[in-house]
């Protein structure tokens, strides 16, 4: 399996190359060369398998064996999920009126990244540990990001993260997660600005190719194809727990409801059906619409500002795996697809072409969600069935009931709804805290403030300078070979 970006111009690359990039050398974003399309009997077969043998059978699909071999793909994917709470890992939830909700936050932080980030940290050391390498992952988040991907590099002696949040914009849950941390590889700033503001530095330090080469910087968000991968495994699950039986032809059709910010979930859901998975996608968002205005009106524009919201790890203007949901369904057209973002990169403003949103608009429904609309769903769940919902959750819910059809759905979870206490007050309900978040309150933390007027990009370059120096010292004391050029700019997003 060969990778290529979305805008054609860096050639291919293997899986590990793209693991180790964040944006390719064009601008564009890394997919497979190729998506594999699985046949009926592939699919009854994977039908029975657990949660966790669906993302061996599907990562073994985009990671050749002499890259990593089969068994120990199955041995990272397994040590990945040692530490989720749930037995089955992810679990459906059976609720009245055919609520089916999908609950993929039974990892460490709560949140349905330690999904595909305890995977993708485990594929970097596997690499790293074998290159006798090291990088700096360098991230900023609004909320689950941070954590997750914090919680799958903590400890790790060929790593250290560098995670930029933006103070008191954050829940208390989400940021004690960040800044209880205090192994010597995670290194935390809290910065004094919103989600905009703490892109700036970041991007300054992946612009700086001289400076990110040699420090091998990368980021952890859903610009990185293995986070897409793994989510794959989402959509295949929903539809084995919901498909009402696999013994009639056609297939039956099996609707996902997919909680939107960055699309990296929404995105792995569009590649399952170009592998042949018989589900109809729905991307739900908050107020934060573009893509339903893209969906609805082809009218990929941003707005004047980032409206906060309930939802708040949806509060995205700029969703950048829209570039490759685009590029799927312009037919994989490169060339389209880089006059498009280029265009858009320079009006922030873009009105696809008809027969790109026709194809859109044609396997891709949208919804937008207020925050009272969100607030009702969230009120009805637990009036009829005793059932709490994060408030994300809550805008798939919403969708589900405001359909006045039966169709066989499934909607995804992407957090407990612990993790946001403020917005179950607001709804009028009774947060129910597990004794691990409660624990945190009691917790040392660690954070370097970032205030309004300092020089954030020097702060986090000192840091990373740093962190490179402590390895190299560790490095001279094992004999272990140089520093390994690691190319491919990185991005940050929640």
């Given at each position: 399996?060969e990778?290529?970006?979305?805008?054609?111009?860096?050639?291919?690359?293997d899986f590990?190359?793209t693991?180790?990039?964040?944006f390719?050398?064009?601008?564009?974003?890394?997919?497979p060369?190729h998506?594999p399309?699985?046949d009926r009997?592939?699919?009854r077969?994977?039908?029975?398998?657990s949660?966790p043998?669906l993302?061996?059978?599907?990562c073994?699909?985009?990671?050749?064996?002499?890259?990593?071999?089969?068994?120990?793909?199955?041995?990272?994917?397994?040590?990945?999920f040692?530490?989720f709470r749930?037995?089955?890992?992810?679990h459906?939830?059976?609720?009245?009126?055919?609520l089916?909700v999908?609950e993929?936050?039974?990892?460490v932080?709560?949140?349905?990244k330690?999904l595909?980030?305890?995977c993708?940290?485990q594929?970097?050391?596997?690499f790293?540990e074998?290159?006798?390498k090291?990088v700096?992952?360098?991230?900023?988040?609004?909320?689950d990001?941070?954590s997750?991907?914090?919680?799958?590099v903590?400890?790790q002696?060929?790593m250290?993260i560098?995670?930029l949040?933006?103070?008191?914009?954050c829940?208390?849950?989400?940021e004690?997660?960040m800044t209880t941390?205090i192994e010597?590889?995670i290194h935390?700033f809290?910065a004094?600005?919103?989600?905009?503001?703490?892109?700036?530095?970041?991007k300054e330090l992946?612009?700086?190719?001289?400076?990110a080469?040699?420090?091998?910087?990368?980021s952890?968000?859903?610009?990185n194809?293995?986070r897409?991968?793994v989510q794959?495994?989402?959509?295949?699950?929903?539809?084995?727990q919901c498909?009402p039986?696999?013994?009639?032809?056609p297939?039956?059709v099996?609707?996902i409801?997919?909680?939107?910010?960055?699309?990296g979930?929404?995105t792995a859901?569009?590649?399952?059906q170009k592998?042949?998975l018989?589900i109809?996608l729905?991307?739900?968002v908050?107020?934060?619409d573009?893509?339903?205005?893209?969906?609805q009106h082809?009218?990929f524009s941003?707005?004047?500002?980032?409206k906060?919201?309930?939802a708040?790890a949806m509060?995205?203007?700029?969703?950048?795996?829209?570039?490759?949901?685009l590029?799927?369904?312009?037919g994989f057209?490169?060339r389209l697809i880089k006059?498009?973002m280029e265009?858009?990169?320079v009006?922030?403003?873009l009105?696809?072409?008809?027969?790109?949103?026709r194809?859109?608009?044609?396997t891709?429904?949208?919804c937008?969600?207020s925050d009272e609309?969100?607030?009702r769903?969230m009120?009805?769940?637990w009036?009829?069935?005793?059932?709490l919902l994060c408030?994300?959750?809550?805008v798939?819910a919403y969708?589900?009931y405001?359909?006045?059809?039966?169709t066989?759905r499934?909607?995804l979870?992407p957090?407990?709804?612990?993790?946001?206490?403020?917005?179950?007050?607001?709804a009028g309900l009774?947060p129910?805290?597990?004794?691990?978040i409660t624990?945190?309150t009691?917790?040392e933390?660690r954070s370097t403030p970032l205030?309004r007027?300092?020089d954030?990009?020097?702060?986090?370059?000192?840091?990373?300078?740093?962190?490179?120096?402590r390895?190299?010292v560790?490095?001279c004391r094992?004999?272990s070979?140089g520093?390994?050029?690691?190319?491919?700019?990185?991005?940050?997003?929640a």
């Amino acid at each position: 399996m060969e990778y290529i970006s979305t805008r054609g111009g860096a050639g291919t690359v293997d899986f590990e190359k793209t693991l180790f990039s964040g944006f390719a050398s064009d601008g564009g974003l890394f997919m497979p060369k190729h998506i594999p399309l699985l046949d009926r009997d592939t699919l009854r077969r994977w039908s029975s398998l657990s949660y966790p043998e669906l993302v061996k059978e599907l990562c073994s699909l985009f990671i050749t064996a002499d890259l990593v071999p089969r068994s120990t793909l199955n041995d990272l994917i397994d040590r990945a999920f040692s530490r989720f709470r749930h037995k089955d890992v992810v679990h459906l939830s059976r609720l009245k009126d055919g609520l089916n909700v999908l609950e993929l936050w039974h990892g460490v932080t709560y949140a349905f990244k330690d999904l595909s980030l305890s995977c993708t940290g485990q594929f970097l050391q596997y690499f790293l540990e074998k290159r006798q390498k090291h990088v700096n992952v360098v991230v900023g988040t609004s909320g689950d990001t941070g954590s997750s991907a914090i919680e799958s590099v903590r400890g790790q002696k060929n790593m250290d993260i560098f995670v930029l949040l933006p103070k008191g914009l954050c829940t208390q849950v989400q940021e004690l997660q960040m800044t209880t941390v205090i192994e010597d590889n995670i290194h935390i700033f809290a910065a004094h600005g919103n989600s905009d503001e703490i892109d700036a530095p970041i991007k300054e330090l992946f612009a700086d190719v001289d400076f990110a080469r040699k420090y091998n910087l990368m980021s952890l968000n859903s610009v990185n194809w293995s986070r897409i991968m793994v989510q794959i495994a989402h959509h295949f699950y929903a539809y084995f727990q919901c498909a009402p039986s696999l013994d009639t032809t056609p297939l039956p059709v099996v609707e996902i409801v997919v909680p939107t910010g960055g699309g990296g979930n929404i995105t792995a859901g569009c590649i399952a059906q170009k592998m042949g998975l018989p589900i109809r996608l729905v991307a739900v968002v908050n107020s934060n619409d573009i893509i339903h205005r893209t969906v609805q009106h082809g009218d990929f524009s941003l707005s004047e500002s980032v409206k906060p919201t309930l939802a708040s790890a949806m509060d995205i203007q700029e969703p950048y795996n829209m570039e490759r949901i685009l590029w799927l369904h312009s037919g994989f057209d490169s060339r389209l697809i880089k006059t498009l973002m280029e265009q858009f990169s320079v009006s922030k403003s873009l009105k696809l072409p008809e027969d790109l949103h026709r194809k859109l608009s044609e396997t891709l429904r949208s919804c937008s969600a207020s925050d009272e609309d969100i607030m009702r769903a969230m009120w009805r769940c637990w009036e009829e069935n005793r059932y709490l919902l994060c408030p994300h959750s809550a805008v798939a819910a919403y969708y589900h009931y405001s359909q006045p059809d039966s169709t066989s759905r499934c909607c995804l979870a992407p957090a407990s709804a612990a993790k946001f206490q403020d917005a179950l007050l607001r709804a009028g309900l009774v947060p129910q805290v597990p004794p691990e978040i409660t624990a945190l309150t009691a917790m040392e933390t660690r954070s370097t403030p970032l205030q309004r007027g300092q020089d954030w990009a020097q702060a986090l370059r000192e840091q990373i300078e740093a962190a490179a120096q402590r390895w190299e010292v560790q490095r001279c004391r094992l004999g272990s070979p140089g520093q390994w050029g690691i190319t491919g700019q990185g991005v940050t997003q929640a």
